[in-house]
């Protein structure tokens, strides 16, 4: 009777010893999964953080292909009012014309005439761009043609001053 006893409290004992042992291998297999999820959280931020790196750079500091099209034309105090210069953007072969206008605008165009190619010049009393080959007359203050043959805008170029020097910085084509 008493080695029954004995047996079912020692069997008793095993059975609480292995449900203990399988309770602390649980508690370590938690701890373990915890372990390697923060583990792969972490691996998997800092690759999402050096995959974006280059996009954040480009963010913070702006836009690389401006940087590369950006032109200095001249000091804005070599071109005062009523006066333009003839300058190449974007390329050598793109040749343009930078006006500064009787009111104190800044102008810019590529300055082949968009009828047969002749070069357009400011006229400065009348305030226009003329195309002397055919007559052909563009407005200075849109590019577009308004009278002669020509029927297309000139391209129009953006300018930008810094510390006194007129820049190119981009470009519109504004036809096909
Ligand atoms: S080329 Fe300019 S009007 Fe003909």
């Known amino acids: 009777m008493n080695s029954t006893k004995n ?3 020692q069997t008793g004992s095993r059975d609480e010893m ?11 297999d938690i701890k373990l ?18 995959a974006t790196l280059p996009f954040s750079v480009h963010a913070a500091f702006g836009d690389f292909e401006d940087e590369e099209n950006r032109l200095e034309i001249i000091p804005l105090a ?3 009012k ?3 210069v003839t300058f190449n953007y974007p390329t050598d072969n793109d040749p343009a014309l930078l006006v500064h206008t009787m009111a104190g605008e800044l102008k810019a165009y590529n300055s082949a005439c968009t009828h047969l190619m002749c070069p357009v010049f400011y006229e400065k009393e009348e305030e226009v761009l003329l195309c002397p080959c055919h007559k052909g007359y563009f407005d200075l203050n849109s590019g577009h043609p308004t009278a ?29």
């Open 7 to 9: 047996n079912r409290h």
């Open 18 to 28: 292995v449900e203990l042992v399988n309770n602390v291998n649980r508690v370590d």
């Open 33 to 50: 999964n915890r372990r390697a999820f923060l583990k792969a959280t972490a691996g998997a931020s800092i690759a999402l953080g050096l």
């Open 78 to 80: 070599d071109l005062p």
């Open 82 to 84: 009523g006066s333009s």
């Open 148 to 176: 002669g043959p020509p029927q297309r805008e000139l391209p129009k170029i953006e300018t930008e001053v810094v510390n006194g020097i007129v820049y190119a910085v981009d470009r519109q084509v504004r036809h096909g």
